[in-house]
């Protein structure tokens, strides 16, 4: 299948400060790609859904200005967590889709604030 | 709005034994059902994605039932292994261009 990278693997962060997220689609164009959050023992909940070169559809509860979604190429996007604090600590999973064609996972990225 | 229950939430058997997990969802206008695995602190592992006009997939050891109609899905397990430990998570696709929604996921524990 696809291949979905996501960078960094694991990240730690001061309280205020913002970290960046990268999502890569290696062998396909992304025309959509999803963001989503996994707290301890949960299920994923789905962010924000961007399409390429269009701004990103938030999930109702989900603060746009704090978790700012950038998918500005077929093959890349952005998760930017701003102003970050400890409640922002979770397992943060892209996924990327051509079409309506098979939806790809990346392998998470776990963000801790200290 | 739709919504994805798994039942039940964790599991233990014993190494050899069969299992089924279960999935519902409330809306049966759906594109595909897909059932992942996922190990502790790891991402996703696709396992079996059945399209709408689907009954079933298999694969290995693996088989996934699909019933739109009543809104149900099963993923049967033969031979459990230990190495099959991991949380199990169903997820529908309303349609095409549509987002997955998720269950909140089956933890299996195969007892060696």
């Known amino acids: 299948g696809a291949v979905v990278s996501q960078h960094p693997s694991r990240v730690i962060c001061k309280s205020g400060t913002s970290v960046k997220i990268e999502c890569r689609s290696l062998?396909?164009?992304?025309?959509?790609m999803f963001w989503y959050r996994q707290f301890p023992k949960q299920s994923l909940m789905l962010m924000a859904t961007?399409?390429?070169?269009?701004?990103?559809?938030?999930e109702q509860g989900v603060e746009k200005d704090k978790f700012l979604i950038n998918h500005a190429s077929l093959t890349l996007s952005t998760l930017t967590v701003t102003s970050a604090h400890p409640e922002d600590s979770s397992f943060y999973i892209c996924?990327?889709?051509?079409?309506?064609?098979?939806?790809?996972f990346g392998p998470g990225t776990r963000l801790t604030v200290t | 709005k739709q919504e994805v229950t798994q039942i039940p939430a964790a599991l233990s058997v014993p190494e050899g034994e069969n299992l089924v997990l279960n999935c519902s969802f409330t809306?049966?206008?759906?594109?595909?059902l897909q059932w992942f695995r996922q190990d502790p602190g790891k991402g996703l592992t696709s396992l079996l994605l059945?399209?709408?006009?689907?009954r079933e997939q298999t694969s290995g050891r693996l088989n996934a039932s699909l019933d739109k109609s009543s809104g149900r899905s099963t993923l049967y397990i033969a031979a459990s292994q230990p190495g099959d430990s991991a949380t199990y998570l169903c997820?529908?696709?309303?349609?095409?261009?549509?987002?997955?929604?998720f269950g909140k996921g089956t933890r299996l524990h195969i007892l060696p």
């Open positions: 809306d049966s206008a759906i594109y595909n």
């Open positions: 961007s399409n390429e070169g269009s701004k990103a559809t938030y």
């Open positions: 062998d396909f164009q992304a025309t959509t």
């Open positions: 997820a529908v696709r309303r349609d095409r261009d549509d987002k997955i929604i």
């Open positions: 996924s990327a889709r051509q079409g309506g064609h098979e939806q790809y």
């Open positions: 059945i399209q709408s006009s689907q």
